[in-house]
Nanobody
Framework: VQLQASGGGLVQAGGSLTLSCAAS????????TAWYRQAPGKQRELVAR???????EYGDSVKGRFTISRDNAKNTVELQMNSLKPDDSAVYYC???????????????WGQGTEVTVSS
């Protein structure tokens, strides 16, 4: 199984994008999931995290603009990004704990990254 991130693209400042994170095939459960981002020359930083119970946390730079949500029935996690700024430009990575079958080991997966470019 692989973790797939999608939804990146080019948008003007002030615009919106929605990123999606999902497993490549049907699995039992997607657990705690986080979005990270990495811009050229910068360290990877946490954007947002959502736990299985729905509790969330956000990086300071995106609070009030980004919203992370999950659909446990579909095993998907989305990141709604509003009021985008040029500083939000980066490759966004999805990181999740996946449980492929009931009672199987929970493993940590990373998606391949999806690029977001915000023009001024």
């Amino acid at each position: 199984v692989q973790l797939q991130a999608s939804g990146g693209g080019l948008v003007q400042a002030g615009g919106s994008l929605t990123l999606s994170c999902a497993a490549s095939r049907s699995i039992f459960r997607i657990g705690a999931t986080a979005w990270y981002r990495q811009a050229p020359g910068k360290q990877r930083e946490l954007v947002a995290r959502i736990r299985y119970d729905g509790s969330t946390e956000y990086g300071d730079s995106v609070k009030g603009r980004f919203t992370i949500s999950r659909d446990n029935a579909k095993n998907t996690v989305e990141l709604q990004m509003n009021s985008l700024k040029p500083d939000d430009s980066a490759v966004y990575y999805c990181n999740a704990n996946l449980q492929t079958r009931p009672f199987s080991q929970i493993k940590d997966y990373w998606g391949q990254g999806t690029e977001v470019t915000v023009s001024s």
